[in-house]
Each structure stands twice: as structure tokens, then as C-alpha cells.
């Protein structure tokens, strides 16, 4: 059993997650995920990892509650327990000093892209980050990022912070700054990895999104988290979860990821946040 | 009372059948269909064995058990000392005895094959361990003194098992790692509950940790700690991480909802109980036209879970004859008694879908047999312009899978096969690097549970030996 350190909500349906798993904790790298079972009734349900203390032996996530298992996880409290915590799993994002790296977050990927930008800064590289979100009171983590980021980047879609619009505002963004990355690593919902890769596309900016699929056993086997990039079969748990997302089949991905939605989420639908499944 | 001369005995070619569940009762649970003999029909099964002074069926049992010695033990009424004559070489007789191949191994070289009436070793080898559980008095082995020499093994599947069991007797102190939340590796997420009762598996795992193996589940060796990080702490690691991904047949739309590779369907609904959803939490769909592509056992498996989830049709597409069906005789009668379709023949060109991207159609061509090919089975040619056109609303691809690839990822130096599996020392089972073993799934790619069961007594053996320095140099 793996007790639960700290679970508390940072933004509206967004819940800051902390566990005690000594042996993920010491091996866990940016980009990496873990599998979570919140009792034993329940699925294997994965979450990016977006902090972790080696010394503590704690692994921190940020998940938002969509479905039935993220609904148990929201009700857990320190000091309970959950059954499974595996990990970490998915190969690590490469972190090499590429020059300019912009990282983007949006939704749980706000704090996915945290260790993420930290690893880049410490690298060596130039870190601007763009997070992204409805409104202003659904940011987090700002002061984080604000640390590892040279420049940190707002965007909001009621302008209540930042830029007014889109995550597809980012090219006039980043032109308006006079910075041309020459990597995007973009952390975030489904719909926002796609948006990105499709503006980032005709600049050639390379970008890597970390791709997240149903998964079930999440090591290899069963083979659920199967997506088309490049027009050839992988698998998100090992070859990715990070791919380059100018080669992905975003219509087959999005399709795929709502395969269960009648099951998991439509009885549970409350946020009016579809576009973030 | 002895003779000079026994009369000689009759021999009864009257093999005792085991009582099933009905199929129009079993299609509605998930229940064990296979009921077990009773004691008595066991013992007159058991007198059927000729003993025969050189016996061939022990020859043909991956792990070398003493067949006619316990089933001697059955015609005595001793059945105690039957399970431990077993359990001298098989830590796990619940389980081979009902998903083991007997036909193709102990019964195919029995002698009274050649009159079509085998002994049914593996009912009999079911019976001794059903009924030795059922009386609670599990027997733990006679087990030798500590020789303070530490083994990891990776995957609590059946290798992993059977490594564990041989070296604890041995006195070696032994910690399986399991990357799955439960035990039994694919006995646990792969071959469904009417087939073999997952609290059987438990049962046999439990027993394997009373002798003192430490298990950790939720412990995924390669990237929560790789290999050779555990070997600064452990003198010998056995491989034994099993399947991995599941093949597809590279044709369009496999990547349509409502197409499942066998792995993800089975886990659904095995490991992770999804038909008991929705008080466990794992959905699984349940389509009314189901399309399961493969012909072994684990296309047997799924299609015969397809038909308990309520599905009204249940197809098995096969692009070769019946004859050449890779499955188990008996399953392939267990499926077509619970109304299993059996498209022959036949082989998927292309999945269809709708405009939401879900399964809607697969077309198919007819083949026929042409010469043997290099698996010395006759080779499907299709028929020119023979296409056609079904309405499935689910397709479950059981064509087979490659090994595990995580450990053949995060482990330098290891000798891996053009399929992804760890090359080993058949006779040893020793890897490319000396203190590491492998054996099972993550070997051979998709093969039986007794032959990663006899890959680990192999690898036992030879780790044994290494341990405890008695190799030749």
C-alpha cells in the first residue's frame, strides 16, 4: 500500500497529488508517468509526473477530474492509501542543451512540464514557458516555473492574465518576444498538443508532445496506448509517451482517447471541459 | 498371494471423461467450466495405467515429473504422497494440470495413445492438487540449510515461479519483483477465469511464498530499478518478464475503436474482473458481432469470453483449415459448444469504419491450402477476387506477441534474438551475461505456461550450480 502524503485541490477540478513510493521517487526523470489504482476495485489509470523528492521518497502529480477513478483519487486525503503506485514508466524526455527550448503546459501539464523546463534550464538552455489555461483562476505553479523559466508566458482565454486567445496564439506570442526556439515540448490535454504541433508545423519548430493514451498495464503488454506517428504503429508506454507531434495522427488519437468515455466519464461530466479529455 | 505368473490385465481403453458445466449454463458465467474428476472415477482412471517398466510419458513432460509413480499413488489410495511425488519437480500441479497440452506432451507419448486412449495425466495431476487443497493440509518441502547466496527474479509468472520454488528448497534466498498488482503473470491477466480460477493461481503463488520467497508486486525491474542496479545487491537474476506487445496484422483500420489485441481484451477482463464492471472499475465493451482473428488458444480464450459477455454472434477467423489450428483440441470443442463460429479459411484484408472512427465492417478474402511451408504445415493462398464484406461492431486480434521489451531496452550487454527476446543457452538457460537467466514469453516469444515452467527448472539448475560454485570452469 502506498500512502497518500498530500492530495488538495490548486485549481477548480485540478488536484495537486503527493505519494510515498521510495522506489519510484529515486528513479523518476521528466517525462516519465506512473500507474495509479485508487482501490482494489478500480483501473490502472496513468498520471505524468510532475515533482518528486528522492530524499523524501515522495512522487507528486497534478491530475484533474474527468472520470470515475479521478473522482476516488479527489476524495483521498493524507495519510490514506491506495494500492498500486508503479513507476516511474515511458521513456524519459531527452534533455540535451538544444539552445532555445520553449516548454508549454496546460490542465495537469502545467505541472508535468515543471520537471521538464528544470532539467532544460539546468542543461544549459534558454527556458521560456507558455501555460495555458480558460481563465486565470485555473493556473498553478506559476511561481515554479517563474524559477526554472527565463521567461515565463501567459495566455488565458478570457484575458483575464496574460495574452487573450488560444494556445495556437503562440507564434504571434513568441514573435512579438523576437524568440525562435529551436525545440517545443508541449505537456498538456489532447486537444493542446495537437493545436500546438498543428501552428508550430508550417514554422518547422520541432515538438515533442507526451502523448496520453488509455492504458492498462502500461509496461509493454497490452497494448491499448497503440497510436499511428508517422504512419507506423508505437506504443505511448515504451517507445514514448513523448513523440514528435508534427508526425502524429491527431483525428485516430482523439478518436481513441474517448473510446471509453460513455463507461468512464459521461456520468461524472461536470466541469463542461470536453475538450480537455 | 503373489503369482508366478500375473494373469494378464485387460487393458480398459476407456478413458473417464470429467464432468463440464452444461454450455447453455456456462455461456452465462465466467465459472469453471472443466469440473474435475471425482475420487472415484480419479482412482479408475488411475488403475487404467499399465506402469510400464520404462515409461515414455514422463519423457514427454517439460519439467520431468514421475507420472506413473503418482498415479501409482492414486490406484493406493495415497493421494498425500501423489501430490508430493508431483510437487517433487512441479511447484504448480493445479494449474499444469488444466492448461497444459497433455496431448501434445505426457498423454501424446503415452502408450495407449496408440489406441486412442491415453491416460489422462493432467486430470489426474488436477485431481491430486484440488483435493490436497481442499483438505487444507498444504505439505511444505523437506528444505535445505541457507547458503546465504540472494536471486531476484523478474515476473511473478509461471518461470519466475517455478525459479523461485526450485531455489528456495535449494536455500538460496529468493525475491520475485512483479510489475503487475497481482501475481501469476499470464495466469493471472491472460487465460480467463472459466479456464483456470484465479484463486487457484493465488493459491499456488501463496504457496510458493509459505516456503519463504519474498514478493514484490508494483515493482516493474528495468525501469523502476533496472537490472543492473539489483545485481550490486543479488549474485544471480532470473529473466522471466514475459510477453509484450501484441502483433497486429499491419492492415488498415487496426487502430479503429472497438479493435482489441487479445492482451488488452484478456486484461480487461481477467486481471482487472471488467466483466464484473461496473463494481470493479475496468470498463470492456459488449458488443453484439464479434470477430476474433487467430487460431490458439489465446483466440480460444477470447472468443469464449466474448460469447459470456453476451455477445450474440461470436466469429473465430482463421486463414488456415481446422486441422491446422494451433489451440488445444479440447478448447476448440469447448468453443464451438458455446456456439463459436468458426470462419476457416479466411483471412481479414481490411478493418472498415464509421465516421466516429468504431469497428464497423472487415473484409475478408477465402484461401485455400497450398503446399507445406516451412512450418511443415500446408500454406493459405488466397482465392483471387474471393473478397467479401462483414458487419462487426468488435475485433479482437489474437495473432500472437513479441517478449517484453523493457528489460532487452535497459540492459547492456544482453544478447537479443531479431524478435526482441533474450538469447539464451538452451541447456542452461543462461544469457549472454553470466549471472543473468532468462526464460518463458521473454525467450521464446508467445509459448506455453510448461515450457516457461521448464525453461525455469532449466535455469534453477544452472543457478543452482553457479550459487553454490560448482560450475566447470
Known amino acids: 500500500m502506498y500512502k497518500i502524503i498530500e492530495r488538495r485541490m490548486i485549481a477548480p477540478n485540478l488536484h495537486e497529488f503527493t505519494v510515498l513510493a521510495p522506489a519510484v521517487a529515486a528513479a523518476a526523470k521528466p517525462g516519465n508517468f506512473v500507474i495509479v489504482r485508487p482501490d482494489q476495485y478500480g483501473e490502472r489509470i496513468p498520471l505524468s509526473v510532475a515533482d518528486w523528492d528522492g530524499e523524501a ?20 486525503k493524507p495519510g490514506d492509501t491506495i494500492p498500486t503506485f508503479v513507476g516511474p514508466l515511458g521513456k524519459e524526455t531527452v534533455i540535451e542543451n538544444v539552445g532555445t527550448v520553449l516548454c508549454v503546459g496546460g490542465c495537469y501539464g502545467i505541472g508535468s512540464i515543471f520537471p521538464v523546463a528544470r532539467a532544460l534550464k539546468e542543461a544549459g538552455n534558454r527556458v521560456y514557458t507558455v501555460i495555458e489555461a480558460r481563465s486565470s ?6 511561481d515554479r516555473l517563474s524559477k526554472v523559466s527565463d521567461k515565463l508566458f501567459v495566455i488565458t482565454r478570457d484575458g483575464t492574465k496574460g495574452l487573450k486567445g488560444h494556445i495556437d496564439k503562440i507564434p504571434e506570442l513568441m514573435q512579438r518576444a523576437g524568440i525562435v526556439p529551436n525545440l517545443v515540448i508541449v505537456n498538456g490535454c489532447t486537444f493542446q498538443m495537437m493545436r500546438v504541433s498543428q501552428v508550430t508545423k508550417p514554422l518547422a519548430w520541432k515538438t515533442i508532445v507526451n502523448m496520453n493514451p488509455i492504458m492498462i498495464d502500461g509496461t509493454g503488454m497490452c497494448g491499448v496506448c497503440r497510436l499511428s506517428v508517422g504512419g507506423k504503429m508505437k506504443f505511448a508506454c515504451v517507445d514514448g509517451p513523448d513523440f514528435d507531434g508534427h508526425e502524429i495522427d491527431w483525428a485516430e488519437f482523439l478518436a481513441r482517447r474517448k473510446s471509453y468515455n460513455p463507461e468512464e466519464v459521461d456520468p461524472l461530466r461536470r466541469s463542461g471541459c470536453q475538450s480537455h479529455f | 498371494m503373489a503369482e508366478e505368473k500375473p494373469e494378464k490385465k485387460k487393458i480398459d481403453l476407456k478413458r473417464r471423461s470429467m464432468p463440464k458445466q452444461n454450455e447453455w449454463e456456462r455461456i452465462k458465467n465466467f465459472d469453471e467450466v472443466a469440473l474435475g474428476y ?35 499413488c492414486i490406484v493406493d489410495g495415497d493421494f498425500g504422497s501423489g501430490v508430493r ?3 517433487e519437480t512441479n511447484a504448480l500441479p493445479a494449474i499444469c494440470g488444466r492448461v497444459c497440452p497433455q496431448e501434445e506432451q505426457c498423454e501424446k507419448t503415452c502408450v495407449l495413445s496408440k489406441k486412442e486412449a491415453p491416460i489422462a495425466i493432467g486430470r489426474l495431476e488436477r485431481f491430486l492438487a484440488d483435493l490436497e487443497a481442499a483438505e487444507g493440509k498444504i505439505e511444505v518441502p523437506k528444505m535445505a540449510s541457507k547458503t546465504g547466496r540472494k536471486v531476484a527474479i523478474v515476473g511473478a509468472g509461471p518461470a519466475g515461479v517455478t525459479v523461485a520454488n526450485d531455489l528456495i528448497i535449494l536455500g ?7 510489475a503487475l498488482h497481482e501475481c501469476g503473470g499470464v495466469l493471472m491477466y491472460g487465460i480467463p477465469e472459466f479456464r483456470l480460477p484465479k484463486a487457484i493461481v493465488n493459491r499456488e503463488v501463496d504457496y510458493v511464498r509459505s516456503l519463504g520467497v519474498k514478493i514484490y508486486t508494483d515493482f516493474v525491474v528495468g525501469k523502476t530499478r533496472t537490472v543492473d542496479a539489483l545485481l550490486k545487491e543479488f549474485d544471480a537474476i532470473f529473466v522471466g518478464s514475459g510477453a509484450g506487445l501484441p502483433w497486429f496484422m499491419e492492415i488498415p483500420g487496426e ?9 488488452e481484451y484478456l486484461t480487461r477482463v481477467n486481471l482487472m474482473k471488467g466483466f464484473r464492471f461496473p463494481e470493479f472499475k475496468t470498463p470492456v465493451k459488449r458488443p453484439s458481432r464479434v470477430a476474433v482473428v487467430g487460431g490458439g488458444n489465446v483466440a480460444m480464450d477470447s472468443a469464449r469470453t466474448a460469447v459470456r459477455l453476451g455477445a450474440d454472434e461470436v466469429h473465430l477467423v482463421y486463414r488456415r483449415s481446422r486441422t491446422e489450428l494451433p489451440a488445444r483440441a ?12 468458426f470462419d476457416l479459411l479466411t483471412l481479414p484484408i481490411r478493418l472498415i469504419g464509421d465516421e466516429r472512427g468504431w469497428i464497423k465492417q472487415m473484409e475478408c478474402l477465402k484461401m485455400e491450402l497450398g503446399e507445406p511451408d516451412s512450418s511443415g504445415r500446408r500454406k493459405p493462398i488466397p482465392v483471387e477476387g474471393s473478397n467479401f464484406i462483414v458487419a462487426f461492431d468488435a475485433v479482437v486480434i489474437a495473432i ?6 523493457l528489460i532487452p531496452m535497459t540492459t547492456p550487454g544482453l544478447e537479443i534474438s531479431k524478435k526482441g527476446g533474450i538469447v539464451t543457452n538452451p541447456d542452461t538457460a543462461r544469457t549472454s551475461r553470466p549471472n543473468i537467466w532468462a526464460g518463458g514469453d521473454i525467450v521464446r516469444g508467445a509459448a506455453t505456461v510448461i515450457s516457461a515452467m521448464g525453461d525455469g527448472r532449466i535455469a534453477a539448475a544452472s543457478m543452482h550450480k553457479f550459487l553454490t560454485n560448482q560450475e566447470q570452469p
Open chain 1, 57 to 76: 521518497g515522495t512522487v507528486t502529480s497534478i491530475f484533474m477530474q474527468v472520470g470515475q477513478s479521478t473522482a476516488r483519487l479527489a476524495r483521498l
Open chain 1, 137 to 142: 483562476f485555473l493556473l498553478y505553479w506559476e
Open chain 2, 38 to 72: 471425482p475420487i472415484q472415477v480419479a482412482v479408475e482412471e488411475a488403475a487404467r495405467c499399465l506402469q510400464c517398466k520404462k515409461p515414455l510419458c514422463n519423457q514427454g513432460c517439460p519439467v520431468g515429473i514421475d507420472i506413473p509413480g503418482f498415479i501409482k
Open chain 2, 85 to 87: 511425488k508431483i510437487k
Open chain 2, 172 to 178: 538460496h534466498d529468493v525475491t520475485i519483483y512483479e
Open chain 2, 255 to 263: 487502430n479503429l475503436n472497438g479493435v482489441y489485441s487479445a492482451n
Open chain 2, 330 to 341: 479440447e478448447e476448440a470443442e469447448n468453443a464451438e459448444e458455446e456456439g463459436v463460429i
Open chain 2, 400 to 405: 500472437g506477441n513479441s517478449p517484453n521489451p
